[in-house]
């Protein structure tokens, strides 16, 4: 459902940190079969390499982070590791804002291409990257398996950052 103009939310993001960790998990147990927990998540964003940004509210802070985005950089080339916005605060660019403030980040550091993999039934998510520019690069059949479509491939998207 799209949000009237005249009751348009504004949302501001930041780079993730570790005191960001716990309201994760809650957030990605939305949408992904198996969940990532609380330490995963911590250790990945131990790892130098990975970045993110969260997305709130501007003005209601009691309303806690409604999106997220992790990515790593490495050699130059960069991959979203994952992306997820609440569903109640989906269709309002906040998947939008989320991987423009990834794809702005790679550009300061002067990366060369960003990656992704996304499962083929994921038709909103396939909408976003291909409106960020991302093209089809790659194919990998029965690579996700859910209890609604059972084994589903991936595709694997690139986007060129030079
Ligand atoms: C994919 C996801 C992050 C998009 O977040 P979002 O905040 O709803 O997306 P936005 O509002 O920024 O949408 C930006 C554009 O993407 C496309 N899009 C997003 N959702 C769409 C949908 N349900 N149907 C068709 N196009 C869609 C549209 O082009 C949209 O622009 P528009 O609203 O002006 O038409 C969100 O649906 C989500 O969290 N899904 C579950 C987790 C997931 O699948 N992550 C990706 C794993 S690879």
Avoid: C
Avoid at 35 to 51: I, K, N, R
Avoid at 71 to 78: I, T
Avoid at 107 to 128: C, G, K, M, S, Y
Avoid at 131 to 144: A, D, I, S, W
Wanted: proline fraction near 6%.
């Amino acid at each position: 459902m799209r949000i009237p103009f005249w009751t348009k939310r504004d949302y501001a993001l930041q780079p993730l940190t570790s005191e960001d960790v716990p309201a994760l998990p809650a957030i990605h147990e939305e949408d992904f079969v198996r969940p990532w927990t609380e330490s995963e998540f911590g250790a990945l964003l131990d790892q130098q390499t990975v970045f993110g940004f969260a997305a709130r509210e501007v003005g209601n802070p009691r309303a806690g982070m409604v999106g997220f985005v992790l990515a790593r950089l490495a050699a130059g080339e960069a991959e979203i590791l994952t992306v997820a916005v609440s569903r109640s605060r989906r269709r309002q660019g906040i998947g939008w804002q989320l991987m423009d403030a990834v794809l702005r980040e790679l550009h300061a550091q002067r990366a060369e291409a960003l990656f992704l993999e996304v499962d083929e039934t994921n038709q909103p998510a396939i909408a976003l990257y291909r409106r960020l520019g991302f093209g089809q690069v790659g194919h990998r059949p029965n690579y996700y398996r859910s209890p609604e479509h059972g084994p589903t491939g991936a595709l694997v998207m690139r986007r060129d950052l030079r």
